[in-house]
């Protein structure tokens, strides 16, 4: 019954390698979201898409990139990894991109560990 | 440009307390405002929101906040903290352009002593 869910929880890679995080939500919204929590638990959005349209691509790393095949489901693949994109990654969804839009829910959270 | 600032990185109050996180933002127009709350491990949660109308919202778990637009503030108050309340705390304002964007501030950590 989880409304916003992430695969896989812990992600334990090598520099270089290419990755994926997959994230389905089950509220029938239009909208998702991909943000990016640092070790200093800052939150930034990286990526939008409302009804599979990218909407927002906030100046991310084109080894980013963002894949909706369906308004339920948001994935994120990640090219050539570097230490740096070490952090927690997490999925959200909202209605729509109305005012209600910015009421968003959260996934768990991928927490993505490079060496 | 919009921003968030929340002054307290960390607080620790004793259960029973009364709680006041603070936040502070930068918005040209009238925001759309949120208070989100993350356990240890676990994706975030809405505790409350202003869109417009009564400036004194209340939200989950006897979480309140006011929105002050004369201090551009928008503090967290809970009249009497649990231990379960501990956790990091996470304001939020919305972006212009109705794109969902979210601007968070940097969280506070919320620690809870017996």
């Known amino acids: 019954d989880t409304a916003v869910s992430q695969t896989p929880k812990y992600l334990v890679t090598q520099m270089g390698n290419d990755k994926s995080i997959k994230c389905e939500q089950n509220?029938?919204?239009?909208?998702m979201y991909w943000y990016k929590q640092d070790s200093k638990k800052f939150l930034k959005i990286m990526f939008s898409?409302?009804?599979?349209?990218?909407?927002i691509n906030e100046t991310v790393p084109n080894r980013f990139s963002p894949k909706s095949p369906d308004k339920a489901h948001l994935n994120l693949h990640i090219n050539s990894l570097e230490l740096g994109d070490s952090a927690v990654y997490f999925c959200?969804?909202?209605?729509?991109?109305?005012?209600?839009?910015?009421?968003?829910?959260f996934g768990p959270g991928t927490r993505l560990t490079v060496t | 440009a919009q921003s968030v600032t929340q002054p307290d990185i960390h607080i620790t109050v004793s259960e029973g307390a009364s709680l006041e996180l603070r936040c502070n933002y930068s918005?040209?127009?009238?925001?759309?405002l949120f208070w989100y709350v993350q356990s240890p491990g676990q994706g975030l949660q809405l505790l409350l929101k202003?869109?417009?109308?009564?400036?004194l919202v209340q939200g989950i778990k006897g979480f309140e906040a006011e929105f002050k637009r004369s201090q551009s503030s928008f503090n967290l108050r809970k009249p009497s903290v649990h231990w379960s309340d501990a956790a990091e705390y996470f304001c939020?304002?919305?972006?212009?352009?109705?794109?969902?964007?979210?601007?968070f501030g940097q969280g506070t950590t919320l620690q809870v002593k017996p």
């Open positions: 959200a969804s909202s209605q729509d991109l109305t005012r209600t839009g910015y009421e968003q829910y």
């Open positions: 509220l029938g919204h239009d909208t």
């Open positions: 898409y409302n009804n599979k349209e990218l909407i």
């Open positions: 918005y040209g127009a009238t925001p759309y």
């Open positions: 202003y869109f417009s109308g009564d400036t």
């Open positions: 939020a304002v919305g972006g212009s352009g109705n794109t969902g964007k979210l601007i």
